[in-house]
């Protein structure tokens, strides 16, 4: 192990200013496009499992909604291992923990084995490589004036797994029947340990000199907690993960109810996920120049009209485009400012760790959308309750964001010993 003066002879052999990490980049979209691609194309293998399989939409939705949650409950966890053992690590978990899960709901027969393949191994493999871990790995070898729009391409490539798989999904179904296409994803989420290599490394071995910092993990969270900012960031991106998961899942089944042709949520997802990338792009090149705080406060209350609009106008395939287009713009672009906001009050030391607590408020509002979408249409007989709500936490978030400071949180002064 090195000592002091052997870790700050490594930091300052590191330049401060690297040149831009081409490769990790690269890798670490690649893999953010192949674990966000499948768990968003999950909507349509809702309704051929169904035929197959003696689920309902409940247990169907609750499946996800483990998933989500899991996928939140192992962010914060995967992001502290990653950010003190190394990121290769807690990426090659993710690869064979979200094939085993995606094998497994190919293969259940009962509602256990549902949940525990779709919902928890699924999740937690989401959780191992999703945009918290490759985000915290790119903050670590690039300046804090690329970080922004880094993040922003980072985001933009799990967008494009979106928009890639879901017409790809679709295919598959139609050519090899829901389990072979579940089968093939699997095989697909084995190549991510390999495109994780060059983003090995932890928080003190990244391309940029760390600020020196022996704060612990306890005293970070604590820090953290007691944040203002931190604490309405937090609680406003639970609202995030109730929209978008809401959708991901139910959007096929709420087309089909409203007599829609199925094509056009093929051509709905695929367009959120291309747009997704035009606006999460937009939004981190936006961010590293304007108020993140402000920037977050227009997306959500952009989010609330678009609903909005889309159920009071009449519902035609066209409605159905425009409003996938208008999604897409709004999908994903809160991670980039949320993520850099995370690091500008905090550094990156912890990244991994503290962007995961944010993560995990936006998977319970992910259950809760995901939950309440199935368990109102099965009860109710229609999702429009559940749009309604996230209209209206959408306005909620609005107000939440609009305070925040986006300045570097004082570090407590530690009372003098007596």
């Not at 871990?133 to 880094?150: D, G, H, K, M, T």
């Not at 598959?172 to 579940?182: C, H, K, P, R, V």
């Not at 009860?379 to 925040?404: C, K, N, R």
């Amino acid at each position: 192990m090195m000592d002091g003066k052997a870790r700050a002879r490594a930091v300052k052999s590191r330049p401060a200013h690297p040149g831009f990490p081409v490769l990790i980049v690269a890798c670490g979209c690649v893999i953010a496009a192949l674990t966000f691609g499948p768990r968003s194309a999950m909507g349509f293998f809702q309704l051929p499992m169904l035929e197959d399989r003696p689920f309902d939409r409940n247990a169907f939705a609750l499946a996800l909604a483990i998933q989500n949650i899991f996928w939140g409950l192992g962010q914060p966890l995967f992001g502290a291992v990653a950010d003190r053992y190394g990121t290769w690590r807690v990426l090659m978990m993710s690869g064979l923990t979200y094939a085993a899960g995606l094998a497994l709901m190919a293969t259940a027969e009962t509602t256990g084995l549902l949940y525990l393949g779709a919902g928890v191994l699924v999740g937690l493999g989401v959780a191992a490589g999703s945009f918290g871990i490759v985000l915290a790995a790119f903050a670590r070898n690039v300046s804090e004036e690329q970080r922004s729009l880094v993040f922003g391409i980072g985001t933009a490539a799990g967008s494009a797994g979106m928009f890639i798989f879901a017409p790809l999904s679709q295919q598959f179904i139609e050519m090899f029947g829901w389990t072979d296409a579940l089968f093939w994803m699997a095989a697909m989420m084995l190549v991510i340990p390999l495109l994780a290599i060059p983003l090995k490394g932890t928080s003190s071995t990244g391309r940029i000199a760390p600020v020196a910092d022996d704060q612990t993990i306890g005293e970070a969270l604590r820090q953290a907690f007691g944040h203002r900012s931190y604490l309405l960031l937090t609680t406003g991106f639970f609202v995030c993960g109730f929209q978008v998961a809401f959708i991901t899942a139910h959007f096929p089944a709420y087309l089909a109810d409203i007599g829609i042709d199925a094509d056009y949520a093929v051509i709905g997802l695929a367009l959120i996920g291309l747009f997704n990338i035009i606006g999460s792009l937009a939004s981190g090149v936006i961010g590293q120049r304007a108020s993140k705080p402000a920037l977050l406060t227009l997306i959500y209350i952009a989010r609330s009209i678009a609903v909005t609009a889309f159920l009071l106008l009449p519902q035609t395939p066209t409605t159905v485009i425009v409003f996938s287009v208008a999604m897409g713009l709004l999908w994903l672009s809160t991670v980039a400012p949320t993520n850099a906001l995370v690091a500008v009050m905090f550094g990156t030391k912890y990244l991994g760790m503290l962007g995961g607590i944010v993560f995990l408020s936006h998977q319970i509002g992910s259950f809760l959308g995901v939950w309440l979408g199935g368990y109102l249409r099965q009860t109710m007989g229609s999702y429009d309750p559940v749009w309604w709500i996230g209209v209206i936490l959408g306005l909620i978030a609005a107000i939440l964001h609009w305070p925040i400071s986006e300045q570097r949180a004082e570090r407590p002064i530690a009372a003098p010993a007596e």
